[in-house]
Structure formats: structure tokens, C-alpha cells
């Protein structure tokens, strides 16, 4: 059986007809269905990349010393992490890439349980059905199937912009020892919290010190508008990141030596982030309101880079109707049945589409 025939049809496919109506809308079409950045990559990055455009050599895998020396220097200085050495950070093609194929790379298959929020970024699942396991959507620690080998939490989370808590974190860290399981925690929108702190799984105050089981993933794509870079990278485990670099090393999984260079760049500056919290922090104040006003109720959307609305009917109902305004959402039902009467709106739009999208709500 070919591979493509036990995915799920690419959900983004079903919203051909909607996006033919919003492009239909005399001022043009305000996509906030894809968290695309559109904001300009930071001039460090660009330079960086051009100054180690002389790549004439092949990366390894498992990345620069200059590199994992930012990696670990970001995370202890930005999430607290406890101390982390070289063995425990390895850079990745972009975090999507490690989500697809973390089962496949931790040896998963027929026999194992891949567990994920039943409100869930859909490569979750993806990256199980790729590797053969079961696939199984569960939000509750305590109710976790006991065969679970490998367990994803994701805060804030897409596409609901929810963050845990603190003592949620570590009933999920129980969980998964317990079970013998690896915690991989998607923490890529970290950068973007508004209602609520953020924790990372390398935090003490989560894992109490112990690293056992746990692998924490994040991007450059949103925090450093660097999607095209295909950046990021995950920490946690040192054992567990070396099974990673050794698999990794006969696939031919490696960071282009110009964007390793511009990734220690990036991840040595905290300035362009927080001018992006600003730009993103605008936007969304603009957007809540005109979705409040238009009769729209907000829930979670505590952080990420997103807005996970309702207008109490099912999604592709509310679909149509913003549609009808020029506008194109992302529906709950991309995102498991759970979610089947919300559409999330990214803010990942410029600040006139936006401020077109806003006037239509409200007028």
C-alpha cells in the first residue's frame, strides 16, 4: 500500500471553493488561514547567511559548536532550562520535519501508541500513521493509554493558542514516566504569550531537575519571521538526542551551513523578537475586537499567533460566512473533531490586511 493512501487527505485542499469567494471581494482577499510570517527576516540573519554563503563543504548533522553553544545559551538564559551540554541540543530541517518524523526516528511502529491533543496541529498524527503506530488523541495525563511510547504536548498551542500550566506540565511529565514514554514538547510560538507564562519542559520547576524522557522542540520560523530558513532545533535528553544524531546522520538530515550561521545569529539577539511581539501584540488587539464586535466569542488563544474564534454554529458555516467578506480562516475541523465549531485566524497578515479585515467585521 502506498504511503500517501494512509494519510489524511491535505486538509488545506478542502478550502479551494472559500478562498475562490474571499479572492472574489473588491478589496482583495485577507488570507489568515496560514501562519505564514510577512513581516521582513532580521538584517543579522540575512547577513549572516550571505557572509557563510562559501559553503563548499558538507554540514554536520549534529551542527556547529558555534551553533549548539546559541542553542544552549538561548535556552538557559530565555526558558530557564536546567544545564544543558552539546550531547543534549541538535539542530533540525525545520521543526515540522522533526513532528512528521520523530516515531519513525525513535524506532516506532506497529505496537506502539503515539498520543497528541485531541485539538492538535495535524502532523502529529501524520508522523505516527507515517511510522506505523497508533495514532490516539488524549488531553487527559491520568487517562494516557498505558502502551503510549511516544507523547506530544504542544503550548502555546496551535491552533487554540492555549497555554498549560505549570502544574499541568508536570502531571504530564509523571504521565509519561510512569509509562515508560518520551515527552516531546512543541513549545515553537513560546515567544508569543499574551494572556498567560509559558514553561518549558527544560525547566526544573517542571522536570525537577531531570531531563529523563523529555525533548523540548523550537523554531526560528515565527520567532525570527526565518520560515524559509527551515530552522530549528530540539533539546532535552542527552541520550535521547544522540539515538536522533546517529539515525539522523545515515538520512542525511542536515542544516545547510548558511543557515546554521544565521540561526547563531538570530538566536544571540532578543531585540527583533520583541519589536515582532510588538507588531504581533497590535495586531491582535485590532482583530479581537473587530471579531468581538461582529459577534464572535474568543476562546483561549492565550498565546500563539492566532485567534481561536466561534460564533456557535460549525465551522464551515462560519467559513462561508467571513468568506463572503473577503476573508479566508482555517477551520476547527483541520484540527480533529473537537474543534468543529471554531476557525482560527492568524495574525500573520500585514497591518493594512488586517486593518481591511477588521473594517469588514465591523461594518
Same mark, same amino acid.
Not at 87 to 108: D, H, I, N, Q, R
Given at each position: 500500500?502506498?504511503?500517501?493512501?494512509?494519510?489524511p487527505?491535505?486538509? !488545506?485542499?478542502?478550502?479551494?471553493e472559500?478562498?475562490?469567494t474571499?479572492?472574489?471581494?473588491?478589496?482583495?482577499?485577507?488570507?489568515?488561514?496560514v501562519?505564514?510570517?510577512?513581516?521582513?527576516t532580521?538584517?543579522?540573519?540575512?547577513e549572516?547567511?550571505a557572509?557563510?554563503g562559501?559553503?563548499?563543504?558538507?554540514?554536520?548533522?549534529?551542527?556547529?559548536?558555534?551553533?549548539?553553544?546559541?542553542?544552549?545559551?538561548?535556552?538557559?538564559d530565555?526558558?530557564?532550562?536546567?544545564?544543558?551540554?552539546d550531547?543534549?541540543?541538535?539542530?533540525?530541517?525545520?521543526?515540522?520535519?522533526?513532528?512528521?518524523?520523530?516515531?519513525?526516528?525513535?524506532?516506532?511502529g506497529?505496537?506502539?501508541?503515539?498520543?497528541?491533543?485531541?485539538?492538535?496541529?495535524p502532523?502529529?498524527?501524520?508522523?505516527?500513521?507515517?511510522?506505523?503506530?497508533?495514532?490516539?488523541?488524549?488531553?487527559?495525563?491520568?487517562?494516557?493509554?498505558?502502551?503510549?511510547?511516544?507523547i !506530544?504536548?504542544?503550548?502555546?498551542?496551535?491552533?487554540?493558542?492555549?497555554?498549560?500550566?505549570?502544574?499541568?506540565?508536570?502531571?504530564?511529565?509523571?504521565?509519561?514516566?510512569?509509562?515508560?514514554?518520551?515527552?516531546?514538547?512543541?513549545?515553537?510560538y513560546?515567544?508569543?504569550?499574551?494572556?498567560?507564562?509559558?514553561?518549558?519542559?527544560?525547566?526544573?520547576?517542571?522536570?525537577?531537575?531531570?531531563?529523563?524522557g523529555?525533548?523540548?522542540?523550537?523554531?526560528?520560523?515565527?520567532?525570527?519571521?526565518?520560515?524559509?530558513?527551515?530552522a530549528?532545533?530540539?533539546?532535552?535528553d542527552?541520550?535521547?538526542?544522540?539515538?536522533?544524531?546517529?539515525?539522523?546522520?545515515?538520512?542525511?538530515?542536515?542544516v545547510?551551513?548558511p543557515?546554521?550561521?544565521a540561526?547563531?545569529?538570530?538566536?544571540?539577539d532578543?531585540?527583533?523578537?520583541e519589536?515582532?511581539?510588538d507588531?504581533?501584540?497590535?495586531?491582535?488587539?485590532?482583530?479581537?475586537?473587530?471579531?468581538?464586535?461582529?459577534?464572535?466569542?474568543?476562546?483561549?488563544?492565550?498565546?500563539?499567533?492566532?485567534? !481561536?474564534?466561534?460564533?456557535d454554529?460549525?465551522?464551515?458555516?462560519?467559513?462561508s460566512?467571513?468568506?463572503?467578506?473577503?476573508?479566508?480562516?482555517?477551520?476547527?475541523?483541520?484540527y480533529?473533531?473537537?474543534?468543529?465549531?471554531?476557525?482560527?485566524?492568524?495574525?500573520?497578515?500585514?497591518?493594512e490586511?488586517?486593518?481591511?479585515?477588521a473594517?469588514?467585521?465591523?461594518g
Open positions: 500500500m502506498r504511503l500517501s493512501s494512509r494519510l487527505d491535505f486538509p !488545506w485542499d478542502t478550502l479551494s472559500a478562498k475562490a474571499a479572492a472574489a471581494h473588491p478589496d482583495g482577499i485577507v488570507d489568515l488561514s501562519g505564514t510570517p510577512v513581516d521582513p532580521p538584517r543579522l540573519a540575512v549572516a547567511l557572509a557563510a562559501d559553503a563548499h563543504g558538507y554540514p554536520t548533522v549534529w551542527g556547529t559548536a558555534q551553533l549548539r553553544g546559541a542553542i544552549i545559551g538561548y535556552l538557559e530565555r526558558w530557564s532550562s536546567v544545564e544543558l551540554t550531547e543534549s541540543v541538535l539542530p533540525v530541517v525545520g521543526t515540522k520535519e522533526l513532528v512528521a518524523w520523530l516515531p519513525t526516528l525513535l524506532g516506532l506497529h505496537g506502539d501508541t503515539v498520543v497528541f491533543p485531541e485539538c492538535a496541529y502532523t502529529y498524527e501524520v508522523g505516527a500513521v507515517t511510522a506505523g503506530a497508533k495514532p490516539c488523541a488524549c488531553d487527559d495525563p491520568a487517562a494516557m493509554p498505558g502502551d503510549a511510547s511516544l !506530544w504536548i504542544n503550548s502555546p498551542a496551535n491552533p487554540s493558542g492555549r497555554i498549560l500550566s505549570l502544574d499541568e506540565l508536570r502531571a504530564f511529565v509523571a504521565a509519561a514516566r510512569s509509562r515508560g514514554a518520551v515527552l516531546a514538547s512543541d513549545e515553537c513560546g515567544e508569543f504569550a499574551w494572556d498567560a507564562e509559558p514553561y518549558s519542559v527544560l525547566d526544573p520547576r517542571v522536570n525537577d531537575g531531570d531531563l529523563t523529555l525533548l523540548a522542540l523550537h523554531s526560528l520560523s515565527k520567532r525570527s519571521n526565518a520560515a524559509g530558513y527551515r530549528g532545533f530540539v533539546a532535552g542527552p541520550s535521547l538526542v544522540q539515538e536522533l544524531v546517529a539515525v539522523r546522520k545515515h538520512l542525511g538530515m542536515m545547510p551551513a543557515v546554521q550561521a540561526m547563531v545569529a538570530m538566536l544571540g532578543q531585540h527583533h523578537v519589536q515582532q511581539r507588531r504581533y501584540l497590535a495586531r491582535r488587539a485590532v482583530l479581537r475586537h473587530a471579531l468581538e464586535s461582529a459577534g464572535f466569542r474568543i476562546d483561549d488563544s492565550e498565546g500563539s499567533l492566532y485567534l !481561536w474564534a466561534t460564533r454554529e460549525p465551522c464551515r458555516e462560519t467559513i460566512w467571513l468568506a463572503r467578506r473577503g476573508i479566508l480562516a482555517a477551520p476547527g475541523d483541520f480533529g473533531p473537537v474543534a468543529g465549531r471554531h476557525v482560527r485566524l492568524a495574525l500573520t497578515a500585514t497591518d490586511r488586517i486593518a481591511s479585515a473594517a469588514r467585521l465591523i
